[in-house]
């Protein structure tokens, strides 16, 4: 079973291990060290980071460190793409870097450890340091069996530079993409949504366009495109993609060398040819890229897990108008899961549900947000899910307002139950719904 | 002093301040989403009271502004090398350089390149080629664009200054700056735009008495200086209101955001604990009631948080139950309006017209009539060569390298010929 949720990681990891020792071909015992010693301190790290931090902020640094890499990799393809089409462009210094034996070393030795962190948190810590100590055995095994599979590649296979660090970082996204609190596509999708819509609203703002009360309806329908969930999605795999395709791009526009002083036409073409077969090879590893991209994308928007998403139990209030729901009754309201409720009150409904945080503390929600459709919520993994956006939000930080939280509602604790005032939860409910869909629908 | 200045330079001028400075503001963008969930805003208001950031964003136009200048000089300087103006050859200008040991007075070759539909033109030891259109005009009006853009962000950042008033038909056209003259009416109706469905207008007679002004929605008209930005509309409602306590009565002009019908909004009555929420009634007819200005008024009346009574009323009319009385005497259409300084909107938007000219000249120009231009000027024991192509550069460099065999041929046939 161990085996199985690990599959994703070791193929991430032999990716990795295969791609340095080739991007790096001087430097292959410095790599294998380098890429092992890593991923042995990041899996260690990691076992006393869950030790010392057993909530969310440890999966928060993991998961910033790789998107930390995801920017890092942003930057590499733009200046590549500079380099290959502007003359002169200012960038041997970093090349002479990346030549150095100082950057394989420590770009192996990153790699091997965020890839240590992740595989860690997929295993979590129940299993000991037993478990941690095969798992470490098992990547040395495996650098050894990369450094066998490295040599049957054929030596025309050449890996440049920012390929390098493309293949290395989408392998490790795809690793993260399989835990879903690691997961970055879909926070991406969100922020990528926000944005469009603040975007638009500036720029309606700021060049003093006419709200919707002056424009054509179907007009303004296609503007409200611009604020659906849709947006989102597309942008954030425009991101997502746009440094590997960039990267591939600036490999298709490096210049072919000079053959002007070679007076043979046979001896030119032949020069071209090799070179333009080099060039094919070497965008072997941004194509590979862009699939092992998608792979996470897929994983990230279709996760394989499973979620608490009990049935809404019908409830009414009392003649006071408050609604009591009993601690220990139909349901216990204090065994960590999420309990859904739905509740009428002239001719309105109102979803919310009620939660033990890990803290201990109970707390009363919509099941809704405050910027999103009202699609609700499910529970998984010390997590709930906004099933509109896929925002995962740390059990945690449930009952805090802002972004995509469920929003709190105001409740009473008693020994025999909680109370809650039927109207504050209506009307709290319709002005929610009326917000977020008035944002989707697209109004300023 | 000098190195600080070449410092200065090379960042105004480097193609990479523009992706450096951008990329700094994706860091600062990145770090404020941790804080915040209005990132862009907070953004945007962390650059406008931020000298350092505004200095970084000003980085942007400064660069396009100097590379604007150094790549016309270098076009010029380009131009004037292909024409053989000049033996000013400086490095980089072109993809590719070669120097054969030979000695040639390029007849023979500028007939070969004529034929191969290459303008020519040679003088006393050097032969310039080339064919098609420079993609320059297009590169120039680029950045021109970007400097706009850019610098329309900037001024529009750090300069913009908003100020929202009422503007209510029969009442003075005013806002901080000065006072115009009466508004005498204020017009909505359908329009048969493309983009707009509907004209508002607003006719303010000129504050000498003669001619009037009138302002629209879009293109934004200027008044004093600022942009008039039509936001809402609204009804200003004269109204009277007397409760059992308040047998006085209270007398009141209140703009209200009513628009469209249905559309709530509260007026408080100051000293008691009424509220009045009124609410425009949407016709059975459908029709527009801002615009035939057949108004029809809901209203709930509150104290505190009870509800005491609800009706409507039109305008002109009054309701009268249990000691409370509410006549409506006017209402008059409003407009809520921001009058708006900003100068970089006009940058931006001459950007917009930028871009699309220079995308409208470069497409074409780059698929048809890609430039390439050769040089080859002679010593006195060796020809350079210099070729360059801004596009289909494989069938310009067989070109080249022909006539650089052409050139070699040439010395071999001699030898050939003196052995």
């Given amino acids: 079973m161990v085996a199985i949720k690990l599959i994703p990681h070791i193929l991430s990891w032999v990716g990795i291990v295969l791609i340095l020792l080739r991007g790096f071909p001087e430097r292959k015992r410095v790599v294998a060290v380098a890429v092992g010693a890593g991923f042995a301190l990041g899996v260690a790290g990691t076992f006393f980071l869950f030790r010392s931090f057993p909530g969310d902020f440890s999966f928060s640094l993991i998961r910033d460190v790789v998107g930390g890499s995801f920017l890092l990799l942003w930057g590499i393809a733009v200046a590549s793409i500079y380099r290959s089409t502007v003359r002169n462009f200012p960038l041997s210094w970093g090349e002479r870097f990346f030549a150095s034996i100082f950057f394989a070393g420590v770009g192996a030795f990153m790699s091997g450890m965020i890839a240590g962190a992740i595989s860690v948190c997929r295993l979590g810590t129940s299993g000991g340091m037993l478990m941690l100590l095969i798992l470490v055995l098992v990547a040395c095994v495996l650098v050894f069996e990369s450094l066998a599979i490295e040599r049957l590649l054929p030596p025309s296979f050449t890996v440049s530079n920012s390929a390098l660090m493309a293949g290395v970082v989408a392998l490790l996204l795809f690793s993260s993409s399989s835990i879903l609190r690691l997961d970055l596509f879909s926070p991406l999708s969100m922020k990528v949504m926000k944005f469009t819509h603040d975007f638009v609203h500036q720029f309606f703002e700021s060049m003093l366009i006419p709200d919707h009360l002056f424009i054509h309806i179907h007009l303004w329908r296609y503007i409200g495109l611009l604020f659906g969930k849709e947006v989102g999605f597309w942008g954030g795999l425009i991101i997502w993609f746009a440094p590997a395709i960039l990267i591939a791009l600036a490999i298709s526009f490096e210049r072919l060398p000079s053959v002007a002083h070679i007076r043979q036409g046979a001896q030119r073409r032949t020069v071209v040819a090799t070179a333009i077969r080099a060039r094919r090879f070497r965008l072997v590893v941004p194509g590979i890229t862009i699939l092992v991209l998608a792979g996470a994308g897929y994983q990230s928007r279709f996760p394989a897990v499973e979620y608490w998403d009990p049935k809404p ?68 993994e010390g997590t709930v899910l906004c099933y509109y956006c896929k925002t995962l939000i740390p059990l945690e930080t449930v009952g805090k307002p802002g972004g995509c939280n469920p929003v709190p509602i105001h409740f009473t604790e008693k020994k025999d139950g909680v109370y809650i005032d039927g109207l504050t939860l209506i009307n709290t409910w319709s002005t929610t719904v009326q917000t977020t869909a008035r944002v989707k629908e697209g109004s300023k | 002093m000098k190195r600080l200045l070449r410092i200065i330079w090379a960042i105004l001028f480097s193609r990479a301040t523009p992706p450096f400075v951008i990329g700094f503001f994706l860091l600062v963008y990145v770090g404020i989403a941790f804080i915040t969930d209005e990132t862009l805003i907070a953004l945007m208001r962390y650059t406008r009271t931020s000298f350092f950031l505004t200095a970084m964003l000003a980085l942007l136009p400064l660069n396009f502004a100097v590379r604007l200048v150094v790549e016309t000089i270098g076009y010029l300087k380009m131009r004037r090398v292909v024409m053989v103006s000049t033996e000013d050859v400086q490095p980089g200008l072109f993809d590719e350089t070669v120097e054969l040991t030979v000695t040639s007075s390029f007849e023979q070759l500028q007939s070969h390149l004529e034929a191969l539909g290459y303008k020519t033109r040679r003088i006393a030891g050097a032969l310039g080629a080339w064919r098609g259109i420079s993609i320059f005009p297009a590169r120039i009006l680029f950045i021109a664009g970007v400097f706009l853009l850019y610098a329309g962000i900037l001024i529009s950042l750090t300069t913009r200054t ?147 009574l609800t009706g409507s009323a039109p305008r002109g009319g009054e309701f009268v139950r249990d000691g409370y009385r509410l006549a409506f005497r006017d209402s008059r259409r409003l407009v809520i309006t921001d009058f708006i300084r900003d100068y970089g909107v006009l940058m931006i938007w001459a950007s917009g017209i930028l871009f699309v000219i220079a995308g409208c000249f470069w497409l074409p120009v780059r698929i048809f009539f890609p430039r390439s231009e050769m040089l080859f000027r002679s010593g006195p024991d060796r020809i350079q060569a210099f070729s360059r192509a801004e596009g289909r550069g494989r069938k310009h460099e067989g070109v080249f390298h022909e006539a650089l065999d052409l050139l070699e041929m040439r010395r071999t046939d001699r030898k050939s010929f003196e052995g």
């Fill in chain 2, 162 to 308: 908003s100020e929202r008033v009422a503007i209510v038909e029969g009442e003075k056209f005013s806002s901080s700056t000065g006072e115009s003259g009466i508004v005498e009416r204020i017009t909505f109706e359908p329009s048969s735009g493309l983009i707009l469905a509907k004209k508002l207008s607003m006719e303010v007679a000129a504050s000498s008495g003669k001619g009037k002004n009138v302002f629209g929605v879009y293109p934004p008209s200027l008044y004093q200086g600022a942009f008039v930005y039509p936001r809402y509309l609204g009804i200003g409602l004269f109204f009277n209101f007397t409760a059992p306590e308040l047998p006085a009565g209270y007398e009141t002009f209140s703009p209200l955001n009513i628009y469209p019908p249905g559309k709530e909004a509260t007026s408080v009555i100051p000293g008691s604990p009424y509220r009045l929420v009124f609410s425009l009634v949407g016709p059975d007819d459908e029709t527009d009631p801002y615009t035939t200005g057949r108004m029809n008024f809901n209203f709930k009346l509150l104290k505190g948080k009870d509800l005491v």
């Fill in chain 1, 313 to 380: 139990i019908v409830i009414s209030a009392g003649p006071s108008g408050e609604i009591v729901i009993p601690l220990k009754g139909e349901v216990d309201l204090k065994d960590g899961k999420l309990h859904k409720y739905l509740f009428s009150q002239g001719g309105k409904e109102a979803r919310f549900f009620v939660l033990m945080t890990p803290t201990g503390q109970l707390t009363v929600d919509l099941d809704a947000c405050a910027i999103c459709k009202p699609d609700g919520y499910g529970q998984t």
